[in-house]
Structures are given as structure tokens and as C-alpha cells.
T-cell receptor, first 112, second 114 residues
Framework: GQQLNQSPQSMFIQEGEDVSMNCTSSSIFNTWLWYKQDPGEGPVLLIALYKAGELTSNGRLTAQFGITRKDSFLNISASIPSDVGIYFCAGRPSNTGNQFYFGTGTSLTVIP | DVKVTQSSRYLVKRTGEKVFLECVQDMDHENMFWYRQDPGLGLRLIYFSYDVKMKEKGDIPEGYSVSREKKERFSLILESASTNQTSMYLC?????????????FGQGTRLTVV
């Protein structure tokens, strides 16, 4: 199955810094989702996006649905130690309706 | 609060055993999925189901089967567990909607086959 290109693969940042990551696809998507996964736990949904150009915030997190419908971006402002984890993007292509495709994840480390 | 619940957090099984992983969702979702997650390989789809008694193979169905007798429950079966099936298994569910649809995950089952 298709795997999305997610970058960067890992990030090491100082507490208080902003973080940006992105996901790209070769297919057009109807839905973009962003998840966070803590070690040993299941992914938790952070933000869902449904329209090209849509910009949605959840606290310090902001995500955007790219206008080409083939990419999405996640920003975290003023990072804190509990932001540590793996962030995944997921997309739902317009031609399936049922399946999701996932990025390979961005591992975030926040240094206090 | 939406909920996807997997029956076990940790399992240790012997090679050759038949293993059942259970997943229950309380959101009346049509779609349910089983993934395995391995370091460096990301999430890989094993099977999914879009309705009761319906199932579709994902990317890595070999060595696995599934059962969906009720809408809220989706079981993953390892017919004869092998050490290369040691992994984190994640169940997810979503609504059947081409425009709006979010997948929710369970807490994961860490399976070790010895």
C-alpha cells in the first residue's frame, strides 16, 4: 500500500522552540489526519482536516490541508517536554473511501 | 468520548499457538482495521472490514485471519504464531464517509512470540 512521505524523520529541539513537519502524497486526498503516539501506546488523533486550504488549530498545534490536496503540514508552537513522541500523518484518498495511508512518522525530542 | 478497546496490552505466546486479538469500538463505526507496527516500517495494514462479516486483505495478510460477527467487534487471529509476528498490533475504526472520516485507534497490543 501507499506510504506517505513524512519529514523530517526526527527532530531534536530546545523547549520553547517551534516545530514544523509535513507530509506529501502522490495521490489526491479528501481527508488529512495528524496523530501523536507515546511509547507503548496507540496513536491519538490531534487534528482532522477536510478541505483544501483548511487551517485548523488545537491549542499550540496548527495543521493545514495543502491546496493541491497532496500535502499537509503540522506546526507546534512553543514546544514543551510533554510534546515528546512520534507524530504521524494519515490521509484518506478520494478514490477509496475506506482505507487510510500513513506517514512513517516524525520522532520529536524536546530538550528542557 | 470515543473508544476503541483492545483486549490485552501485553501478550506472550509460544510458537505454534493460536492467538486471538480482540478489538471493540463503541462509535457504531462501519470500518475496522488491524495494523502492525514495527520500528522502521511504520504502520502496515493486515486486514480491514467495512461491514459485518465482510473483510478485505491489506498489505500483509499472510499468517493472519480476521472475524467480524458483530459491528462493534473485530478479531485478529494468528493461526499458528511465529516469532516474526512479534510486534505491536493496533486496531482502528472509522465511519463510512467519503467526505468526513476519522480513524480512532486502540491502545495497542504488544505481542511477543517465543
Amino acid at each position: 500500500g501507499q506510504q506517505l512521505n513524512q519529514s523530517p524523520q526526527s527532530m531534536f529541539i530546545q523547549e520553547g522552540e517551534d516545530v514544523s513537519m509535513n507530509c506529501t502524497s502522490s495521490s489526491i486526498f479528501n481527508t488529512w489526519l495528524w496523530y501523536k503516539q507515546d511509547p507503548g501506546e496507540g496513536p491519538v488523533l490531534l487534528i482532522a482536516l477536510y478541505k483544501a486550504g483548511e487551517l485548523t488549530s488545537n491549542g499550540r498545534l496548527t495543521a493545514q490541508f495543502g491546496i493541491t490536496r497532496k500535502d499537509s503540514f503540522l506546526n507546534i508552537s512553543a514546544s514543551i517536554p510533554s510534546d515528546v513522541g512520534i507524530y504521524f500523518c494519515a490521509g484518506r484518498p478520494s478514490n477509496t473511501g475506506n482505507q487510510f495511508y500513513f506517514g512513517t512518522g516524525t520522532s520529536l525530542t524536546v530538550i528542557p | 468520548d470515543v473508544k476503541v478497546t483492545q483486549s490485552s496490552r501485553y501478550l506472550v505466546k509460544r510458537t505454534g499457538e493460536k492467538v486471538f486479538l480482540e478489538c471493540v469500538q463503541d462509535m457504531d463505526h462501519e470500518n475496522m482495521f488491524w495494523y502492525r507496527q514495527d520500528p522502521g516500517l511504520g504502520l502496515r495494514l493486515i486486514y480491514f472490514s467495512y461491514d459485518v462479516k465482510m473483510k478485505e486483505k491489506g498489505d500483509i495478510p499472510e499468517g493472519y485471519s480476521v472475524s467480524r460477527e458483530k459491528k462493534e467487534r473485530f478479531s485478529l487471529i494468528l493461526e499458528s504464531a511465529s516469532t516474526n509476528q512479534t510486534s505491536m498490533y493496533l486496531c482502528a475504526s472509522s465511519g463510512y464517509d467519503r467526505v468526513r472520516g476519522e480513524a480512532f485507534f486502540g491502545q495497542g497490543t504488544r505481542l511477543t512470540v517465543v
